[in-house]
């Protein structure tokens, strides 16, 4: 899966592509495994009754954290 994923990012206009680990939108949590090329882009955003976890696999990211 992470070798296919990341040719399918490569390849995306976006440079990332998703793999949904969730069964449906209504599950509590929703889980994934993205995989994202170097000049991807994921805008914040921000849950009102809900977390985000968005470990690296590889740590060629530049986290930001963003406070009220």
Do not use: C, K, V
């Not at 793999?19 to 209504?26: I, K, Q």
């Amino acid at each position: 899966m992470p070798g296919r994923h990341a040719d399918e990012a490569a390849h995306s206009p976006r440079q990332r592509m998703n793999h949904n680990l969730h069964n449906g939108l209504t599950d509590p949590i929703q889980r994934l495994a993205i995989a994202m090329e170097p000049a991807t882009y994921i805008r914040p955003l921000r849950h009102q009754a809900a977390w985000l976890l968005q470990p690296s696999r590889r740590p060629a990211t530049d986290p930001m954290l963003f406070t009220e």
